[in-house]
Every structure is written in structure tokens, then in C-alpha cells.
């Protein structure tokens, strides 16, 4: 059972404040299918550089919560620029910093998870996410379906969508490159619930 509205909708991710959407598509993954959307929003430093951000659900929760990082990798070239095995090495996360800023979303707490790579020192690395089960933020996807378990077992599987969005920032400059992001994800947070609330 899909708790969303229109969950076709969420591919019309250009509504979201200062993106731009670059397709959508569903994706086979590991056995698992995907709802994928993806698309750029301006870098608040770097103008060649944008952020990238996907929006993914799947019925396969496991598959989004156990390892969230493996969707998303910032870009440390301009496109084009490093489009090789050694630059999309480069851009695999070795997080050094994770922690979860909750952020208060037209009175709803929205938990925004971070990952911080520092090892480059010309660059660090973000990837922000949150997670949403039932419509609703949640910090912990597992917990959630374990308090819904019972709901779970007569009602079926439910799915459940993964925000990410992956920037670099200059190692000084870092918490400009947060709230940037943490501005955005709240702004998608804002486009889901709406898109999705009953009718």
C-alpha cells in the first residue's frame, strides 16, 4: 500500500525551490526496484559545481536505510571535467563526521542526516539525507517499521523515500555548504508532503 497521494507527482521535482530536475527513471538495484529522481541545485559557492540531489523510494526499505551513502557521491569536477575511474573513485565517501541536525519545518522536526569527508584538505565532501516513512520524517526508518509492525503484517509493505543531496564545500567554508543544503532538503521535505497528502 503507497501511503502517497501521487506518487507519480514526485517526479516533477522542478518545483522544488532552485532545482532543476534531470530525470527520473525506475531502477532494478541489487533485486530491488527503484523510484528515482535526480537533478541539480546551484552551489552557493562554486557555480560550475551545483549540488546534486535524488529522491528514490523503494518497497525494499532495507535496501534504502542500510547504507543511504551509496546514493550519493558529490561531484569534485565540473561536469565532463573528470568523467573517469580515478575521479569517480575520488567521489566515494569516507565519512569522518555523521551526525543529525533537526531542523523545524513548518512545525514538523525533520531529522537531516550529515556525512562530512574531510580527508581531502582542498575539499570536503557532504551528503545530506532524511528519510520518510508514511509521509512523515523519521529518524530511524527500522524503528519506525517496528512500531508499525502490526500495520505492516495485515496492511502489507509500505515504501519508503530517501532525500539525498551531495555538495563539496571548502574546508573553511563548510557550514555555508550545511545551510545551503539543510535549506534545500527542508524545501523538498515541503514538496513531498504536499504532493502527497490525501486529496
Not at 569517480?88 to 522536526?109: A, C, H, Y
Not at 534545500?184 to 504536499?194: F, P
Amino acid at each position: 500500500m503507497d501511503p502517497c497521494a501521487s506518487p507519480d507527482s514526485l517526479k516533477a521535482t522542478s518545483l522544488i525551490a532552485g532545482s532543476t530536475a534531470l530525470g527520473e527513471r525506475l531502477e532494478a538495484l541489487d533485486g530491488s526496484i527503484f523510484q528515482w529522481s535526480e537533478g541539480e541545485v546551484a552551489h552557493p559557492l562554486f557555480p560550475k559545481l551545483p549540488m546534486e540531489f535524488q529522491i528514490i523510494r523503494s518497497y525494499d526499505a532495507p535496501a534504502l536505510y542500510n547504507n543511504p551513502l551509496r546514493f550519493g557521491e558529490p561531484r569534485v569536477e565540473p561536469a565532463g571535467a573528470g568523467d573517469t575511474e580515478a575521479a569517480r573513485g575520488q567521489r566515494r565517501l569516507q565519512p569522518e563526521e555523521l551526525r543529525v541536525r533537526e531542523v523545524d519545518v513548518n512545525g514538523v522536526r525533520l531529522p537531516i542526516h550529515l556525512a562530512w569527508d574531510h580527508t581531502d584538505p582542498r575539499a570536503s565532501k557532504l551528503v545530506a539525507w532524511f528519510f520518510l516513512f508514511d509521509n512523515q520524517p523519521v529518524r530511524s526508518p527500522l524503528a519506525a517499521q517496528l512500531r508499525n509492525s502490526l500495520s505492516l503484517a495485515f496492511g502489507g509493505p509500505r515504501p519508503l523515500t530517501l532525500v539525498t543531496l551531495s555538495a563539496v564545500a571548502p574546508p573553511q567554508l563548510t557550514a555555508t555548504v550545511e545551510d545551503a543544503a539543510t535549506e534545500w532538503l527542508s524545501s523538498a521535505w515541503t514538496y513531498v508532503a504536499r504532493t502527497c497528502a490525501p486529496r
